[in-house]
């Protein structure tokens, strides 16, 4: 029983040594980390622009709207002039 014992803290220590681990090394390269994600996110960014061109006065889309109806659409039926449920003699 005392072996099983030693083994469950064994595996504890490794797994609690594992995470300050890799706290600490986040801790100390957050800046070179950070410069990273930094550097991914402006790739991403301005390769959807088309890179350089098209920060240099490419065309834009206009933005007009695709889902606008082209035909005038109905309008609701006119309100019963009786009220409600009230006969109009």
Known sequence: MQKIINV????STAVSVAVVGSGLYVYV????????V???VMEAV??????????????LPLGSNDLAPT???????AAPSGGLGVPNF
């Not at 469950?8 to 595996?11: Q, T, W």
Request: cysteine-free; overall charge positive; hydrophobic content about 35%.
């Open 46 to 59: 301005t390769g959807s622009l088309g890179g350089a061109a098209g920060l240099g006065g490419g065309s």
């Open 29 to 36: 390269n957050r800046a070179s980390i950070i410069d990273g």
């Open 8 to 11: 469950l803290a064994l595996a």
């Open 38 to 40: 930094k550097s991914q």
């Open 71 to 77: 035909q005038p659409q109905a309008s609701a039926p």
